[in-house]
């Protein structure tokens, strides 16, 4: 349980949400697990505010239960009775709200399984809640994280790592349309240009726009479906995952330094420990993403997760926009061009997903 609670604890703080006919006077709101059955709510306001909850993250005021009246403290301890409870913050000064929820699933055995949703974009509209999640590999989920997460109502679960890594570890969320294509592991394995010395680690993320491209087009035929809930994910949920997140957030009109921050987020949330299962090189000899996994295991180094940042502390997704920049214009282009997506239907994307 300490390192569900550490991990929830990193939530990130969202800018000021807006309903109604102003921006909303709550400010840095968040919501972090501190038990099992116990969750604590933050937030900064001037006024007093009333806090309410709902187990729908759609759910509107009239059908959300009142937990609090004229709250001046800027927290409340709430009972958590349901598996993914949202709240609701009304300044009493104005009527205004904030939805806000747990952004990072309390998942005994996950890594780096969190919700997307809150993130302010320009005219004070923000994300929705509950419709967009992100993770890392789900091969060692225990029965109850297993449960926790098809209580989601997850209609589409799009797996972004390679056929390789689908195979050793397998995701144990059945029941789930499924969506993967198959490539190699090795198209991102890039290698030195002398025996001395160490890959560009802006090279897979330069490679990140084309080898993805498949995927984003099957991620935005689901959301412009708009059928429900859906999930993306790949091993360690940051780099590839990481990508794609920053390509939908930009879609949504989320700034750039919350994009980044959403990013850097993973270094805190990934349990490597439960990404993959325990790996031996030698029973499968003639497989080198299986020989690669296997040795980052050995690694001491690697069962932390490590920052994102090169040897310039410039965030690696930065190489990734660089190269949508150079190849398609910018993130538009590439959406345009290669995933198939038009301002149409990024005006349709962001009248589904954001409120």
Not at 109 to 118: A, E, H, K, M, V
Request: net charge neutral; hydrophobic share 45%; glycine share 8%.
């Amino acid at each position: 349980m300490n390192r569900l609670l550490a991990g929830a604890a990193v939530s990130l703080a969202l800018v000021s949400g807006m309903s109604g006919g102003g921006f909303a006077k709550v400010a840095d709101e968040k919501v972090e697990r501190a038990a099992a059955d116990k969750v604590v709510l933050s937030w900064t306001d001037t006024a007093p505010v009333d806090v309410y909850v709902s187990e729908r993250p759609d759910a509107a005021m009239r059908d959300a239960k009142l937990l609090s009246k004229g709250n001046v403290t800027g927290r409340f301890e709430a009972a958590v009775t349901s598996t993914r409870p949202y709240f609701l913050l009304k300044d009493t000064r104005d009527a205004t709200t904030v939805r806000v929820a747990e952004r990072v699933l309390p998942l005994a055995q996950g890594s780096n399984f969190r919700d997307i949703g809150g993130y302010p974009v320009a005219g004070g509209k923000h994300v929705r809640w509950g419709l967009l999640y992100r993770s890392g590999g789900t091969p060692l989920l225990s029965d109850a994280d297993v449960a926790q997460v098809q209580s989601l109502g997850l209609k589409n679960l799009i797996d972004l790592r390679s056929s390789e890594e689908r195979v050793f570890a397998p995701t144990r969320l059945d029941g789930i349309p499924y969506n993967a294509v198959g490539y190699s592991m090795a198209s991102l394995m890039s290698r030195p240009k002398a025996a001395d010395a160490m890959p560009d680690p802006g090279d897979a993320y330069r490679a990140f726009p084309a080898l993805l491209a498949p995927h984003l087009r099957i991620l935005f035929r689901a959301l412009l479906s708009a059928d429900g809930a859906v999930a993306y994910n790949c091993s360690a949920g940051q780099d590839r995952t990481g990508f794609t997140t920053a390509v939908l957030l930009h879609v949504l009109g989320v700034p750039r330094d919350v994009i980044i921050a959403d990013y850097h987020m993973s270094t805190a949330l990934r349990h490597p420990e439960f990404e993959v299962p325990k790996l031996d090189a030698a029973a499968q000899p003639n497989n080198p993403t299986l020989a690669f996994f296997a040795a980052m295991q050995k690694d001491p180094r690697m069962s932390k997760a490590q920052p994102l940042y090169d040897a310039n502390h410039r965030a690696l997704l930065e190489y990734a926009f660089d190269e949508m920049q150079s190849r398609w214009g910018g993130v538009e282009g590439y959406l345009a061009k290669e995933i198939g997506v038009s301002s149409a239907d990024i005006a349709k994307l962001r009248k589904t997903y954001l409120e």
